[in-house]
């Protein structure tokens, strides 16, 4: 890589997503380096995750991660340190699923396992967004072709590969690197004041709260949160 041209811009989409979620997000980034959207689509384990940013040539980057792609960006830059320049987290859960959550994931595993995934319905997606959102057929499209691209064996796999997930904000505290939170202040899934004591538990870190957002922010609010990250790569 050119001494002169900036590291890249990495981005990791969230659970039954892909590349798609950023689309809206990109012509906001005015970014001069290259710009890389992970696809977990096809992944098996959480190492196959893992290893698809292993696999980056470059030796740094900015990494940003949505919900589920939020806890990979977590546990990649535990692991890896010395390969982050910045890290973004959008929507992440923090610390490890309750019981009752994976006793959810694991019945719906269970029932995939005789019948075949077919998406998301409009109805599941409004539990999702923000109430405004439910009327932008962009935003529910978006999220029920990207489901649609899953069969039961892709659902279950990426299910299972983020089951079983560890705190690290004790681990994210005694690193260095820029850490930014960014969350929806109406999300339902990962509602704000957790968010709120993650960015307590981190010295460093920074915290950004978008309005009129549920869950899929980039989504829902892609302007916002191209400058968001913007602002995160520039501290």
């Known amino acids: 890589m050119n001494k002169n041209q900036p590291v890249p811009l990495v981005f990791l989409h969230g659970f039954l997503c892909d590349p798609r979620l950023w689309s809206d997000v990109q012509p906001h980034l005015n970014y001069p380096g290259p710009i890389y959207l992970i696809d977990f689509k096809f992944c098996k384990t959480l190492q196959d995750m893992l290893g698809q940013i292993e696999k980056i040539a470059e030796p740094r980057f900015h990494l940003v991660g949505f919900s589920m792609g939020g806890y ?99 681990a994210l505290d005694l690193l260095d690197f820029p850490l930014t939170i960014v969350a929806g202040r109406e999300d339902r899934v990962v509602p704000l004041p957790s968010l709120e004591a993650f960015h307590a538990g981190i010295s460093r870190s920074n915290m950004i709260v978008i309005d009129g957002s549920g869950h899929y922010v980039p989504l829902e609010k892609p302007t916002e949160v191209g400058r968001a990250v913007m602002r995160a790569i520039s501290i």
């Open 72 to 170: 990979i960006a977590e546990l990649f830059a535990t692991r890896h340190p010395e390969r982050i320049e910045t890290l973004t987290l959008i929507a992440a859960n923090v610390g490890a699923l309750s019981e009752r959550d994976q006793s959810t994931r694991l019945k719906m595993a269970e029932m995939l396992s005789r019948v075949q995934y077919k998406g998301m319905s409009e109805k599941e997606v409004a539990k999702f967004i923000h109430p405004n959102s439910v009327q932008n057929s962009h935003v529910v499209q978006t999220v029920i072709e990207m489901s649609q691209a899953y069969s039961s064996e892709m659902y279950v796999n990426q299910m299972r590969a983020t089951l079983q997930r560890e705190d690290l904000t004790s």
